[in-house]
């Protein structure tokens, strides 16, 4: 296996020149220098394939001591120079000064196929920012993580991706519910790779700090690297903020549309490209409830599903609050903060009608969609179900029967005896607005099928899958683990084959630990 590394982030931006390994401050530099944990074992129990060829990485390479080494952190890659990233950022609303990479390990930049890929350990030891933290990570988190990486991308949201995911053959001490009662786990390391991961924390640390120096280094490396078409604009920071909150406002609509829930938006965990980054208490919202967070740490929902457009845009005007050192005023950053909320109206209205399978224009769209979600809500409706099988409704069913295509709707309630007679006709007005609103579209059923099918995933990484994947791996069963992940790289098929993962939660899941709320504990 013949990797190449190189790293533009080291090679440009300033260095810790500190390069103990101890937990500190770290003051005028982007990074700190490290060594991954190399007192392991490791053990592949996953590796995708995909992701390697991205890397140059065969498939036969992967069942190679080297592989084994260089992406657990065991053996140091010839050429690289591993590091941790320094950053603060806003947590819960409130500034937490530095934070940093305290559990990841960046092991340098492959380019491949006129790519750049950042690739980075995480769980593979302690870095200077690792706080009160000793840089490993548990097995269930990094079963979470691999997984949701890869699921995402091929439900086409932006993310990073997961090339590995390794058996540390150490355990480790965790409070899972912090209650006083650690326990060791099982050990693992994930390998995960992005165009970059840099985030919004890593520039305000430095405004924050004053360091105007260097936030301009950083800056302008994030532009030359990222976003070299914005170089010549009259103001490039300005350029480069609408940039990034384009590519946020993305990566939110695609949350919103398959209802994911990404559990702790802090500004430390939003990515300068729009990805989705560092999955911790993610969840998939399962009966549609607006105010669901899966974060038990989330006391107050701050970043519940119906919150998440909301929070983006917070994000966006402390990064703004950053970059306004360079940008010298305030009013084009907040043009465009502002311009965040009318744009995300439009494309959440966009997002909605391609669900329902909606292309002409009608003035009653936006009643038609809040009813929609009303009753949904109503009903303890399941998301994911509701929509893949509207689908199935024929125009038709407005002029035959009506009442045959409800049960449609039905099979997504999860309490179908607690629905009353009041909530059941609401569906049918709403049922017969929506085929008098298909009336006006050329497109046949089949059409519209088809169309709606390629934006509402069959197949989605559901709390309770997770959890049956991370019991088997404590027995050391990983045969669950690659089905869902062979399931999950074509969420959008019907797969016959694989039709019991297409069912709703369960009601031994409901308030099962890690099946409907997760700690922040990994």
Same mark, same amino acid.
């Given at each position: 296996?013949?990797?190449?590394?190189?790293?533009?982030?080291?090679?440009?931006?300033?260095?810790?020149?500190?390069?103990?390994?101890?937990?500190?401050?770290?003051?005028? @530099?982007?990074?700190?220098?490290?060594?991954?944990?190399?007192?392991?074992?490791?053990?592949?129990?996953?590796?995708?394939?995909?992701?390697?060829?991205?890397?140059?990485?065969?498939?036969?390479?992967?069942?190679?001591?080297?592989?084994?080494?260089?992406?657990?952190?065991?053996?140091?890659?010839?050429?690289?120079?591993?590091?941790?990233?320094?950053?603060?950022?806003?947590?819960?609303?409130?500034?937490?000064?530095?934070?940093?990479?305290?559990?990841?390990?960046?092991?340098?930049?492959?380019?491949?196929?006129?790519?750049?890929?950042?690739?980075?350990?995480?769980?593979?030891?302690?870095?200077?920012?690792?706080?009160?933290?000793?840089?490993?990570?548990? %097995?269930?988190?990094?079963?979470? !993580?691999?997984? +949701?990486?890869?699921?995402?991308?091929?439900?086409?949201?932006?993310?990073?991706?997961?090339?590995? $995911?390794?058996?540390?053959?150490?355990?480790?001490?965790?409070?899972?519910? &912090?209650?006083?009662?650690?326990?060791?786990?099982?050990?693992? #390391?994930? +390998?995960?790779?992005?165009?970059?991961?840099?985030?919004?924390?890593?520039?305000?640390?430095?405004?924050?700090?004053?360091?105007?120096?260097?936030?301009?280094?950083?800056?302008?490396?994030?532009?030359? !690297?990222?976003?070299?078409?914005?170089?010549?604009?009259?103001?490039?920071?300005?350029?480069?903020?609408?940039?990034?909150?384009?590519?946020?406002?993305?990566?939110?609509?695609?949350?919103?549309?398959?209802?994911?829930?990404?559990?702790? %938006?802090?500004?430390?965990?939003?990515?300068?490209?729009?990805?989705?980054?560092?999955?911790?208490?993610?969840?998939?919202?399962?009966? &549609?409830?607006?105010?669901?967070?899966?974060?038990?740490?989330?006391?107050?929902?701050?970043? @519940?599903?119906?919150?998440?457009?909301?929070?983006?845009?917070?994000?966006?005007?402390?990064?703004?609050?950053?970059?306004?050192?360079?940008?010298?005023?305030?009013?084009?950053?907040?043009?465009?903060?502002?311009?965040?909320?009318?744009?995300?109206?439009?494309?959440?209205?966009?997002? %909605?009608?391609?669900?329902?399978?909606?292309?002409?224009?009608?003035?009653?769209?936006?009643?038609?969609?809040?009813?929609? $979600?009303?009753?949904?809500?109503?009903?303890?409706?399941?998301?994911?179900?509701?929509?893949?099988?509207?689908?199935?409704?024929?125009?038709?069913?407005?002029?035959?029967?009506? &009442?045959?295509?409800?049960? $449609?709707?039905?099979?997504?309630?999860?309490?179908?005896?607690?629905?009353?007679?009041?909530?059941?006709?609401?569906?049918?007005?709403?049922?017969?607005?929506?085929?008098?609103?298909?009336?006006? *579209?050329?497109?046949?059923?089949?059409?519209?099928?088809?169309?709606?099918?390629?934006?509402?995933?069959?197949?989605? $990484?559901?709390?309770? #899958?997770?959890?049956?994947?991370?019991?088997?791996?404590?027995?050391?069963?990983? @045969?669950?683990?690659?089905?869902?992940?062979?399931?999950?790289?074509?969420?959008?098929? *019907?797969?016959?084959?694989?039709?019991?993962?297409?069912?709703?939660?369960?009601?031994?899941?409901?308030?099962?630990?890690?099946?409907?709320?997760?700690?922040?504990?990994?």
């Amino acid at each position: 296996m013949n990797i190449q590394l190189k790293d533009a982030f080291v090679r440009q931006l300033p260095a810790d020149p500190n390069t103990e390994n101890t937990i500190r401050q770290v003051y005028e @530099s982007c990074f700190s220098y490290v060594t991954p944990n190399n007192e392991i074992k490791p053990t592949l129990i996953h590796g995708s394939k995909e992701v390697g060829s991205l890397l140059g990485i065969n498939n036969e390479d992967f069942d190679t001591k080297d592989f084994l080494n260089y992406f657990s952190g065991k053996k140091v890659i010839e050429g690289s120079t591993p590091y941790a990233m320094c950053y603060g950022g806003h947590q819960f609303g409130h500034w937490s000064g530095q934070l940093g990479d305290g559990r990841a390990i960046n092991i340098g930049e492959v380019e491949y196929d006129h790519k750049k890929w950042a690739v980075q350990l995480k769980g593979a030891g302690k870095t200077p920012y690792s706080r009160q933290g000793d840089g490993l990570a548990v %097995m269930r988190s990094s079963i979470r !993580e691999h997984l +949701c990486s890869e699921a995402m991308y091929h439900l086409g949201v932006p993310s990073t991706r997961s090339l590995s $995911l390794m058996k540390s053959g150490n355990e480790v001490l965790r409070d899972m519910f &912090y209650d006083g009662n650690a326990a060791y786990e099982k050990g693992a #390391i994930v +390998c995960r790779i992005a165009e970059s991961f840099v985030r919004f924390g890593n520039i305000e640390i430095f405004a924050r700090r004053g360091d105007k120096k260097n936030l301009k280094r950083l800056v302008d490396y994030i532009i030359d !690297e990222f976003y070299p078409e914005v170089k010549m604009d009259v103001n490039p920071y300005i350029s480069f903020f609408k940039k990034v909150m384009d590519h946020t406002l993305e990566m939110v609509i695609h949350w919103q549309r398959i209802g994911f829930v990404h559990g702790v %938006m802090n500004t430390d965990n939003m990515s300068v490209l729009g990805l989705t980054m560092d999955y911790g208490p993610y969840g998939w919202m399962e009966s &549609y409830t607006p105010d669901w967070t899966p974060n038990t740490s989330d006391v107050n929902h701050r970043y @519940s599903f119906q919150n998440q457009p909301a929070i983006a845009q917070w994000n966006l005007y402390q990064l703004a609050n950053a970059l306004f050192v360079l940008v010298g005023e305030g009013k084009p950053l907040e043009d465009i903060i502002s311009q965040y909320h009318a744009d995300y109206q439009v494309k959440y209205l966009e997002m %909605m009608k391609t669900k329902l399978g909606l292309e002409k224009y009608s003035e009653k769209d936006e009643k038609l969609i809040s009813d929609l $979600l009303e009753v949904m809500e109503l009903t303890n409706t399941d998301m994911t179900i509701f929509f893949r099988n509207l689908s199935k409704v024929s125009k038709k069913s407005l002029i035959h029967n009506i &009442y045959s295509e409800i049960e $449609l709707i039905k099979s997504a309630f999860y309490e179908l005896h607690k629905v009353d007679k009041q909530a059941l006709n609401q569906w049918y007005d709403w049922l017969s607005e929506y085929l008098k609103r298909l009336e006006i *579209e050329d497109l046949t059923d089949d059409e519209r099928k088809m169309k709606m099918n390629a934006v509402n995933p069959k197949y989605i $990484l559901r709390n309770y #899958i997770s959890q049956m994947i991370i019991d088997k791996a404590e027995i050391e069963d990983y @045969s669950l683990l690659e089905e869902i992940y062979t399931l999950l790289q074509n969420p959008y098929d *019907e797969q016959e084959e694989h039709e019991k993962w297409f069912a709703k939660r369960p009601d031994w899941a409901e308030n099962k630990a890690g099946c409907s709320r997760l700690s922040c504990s990994s």
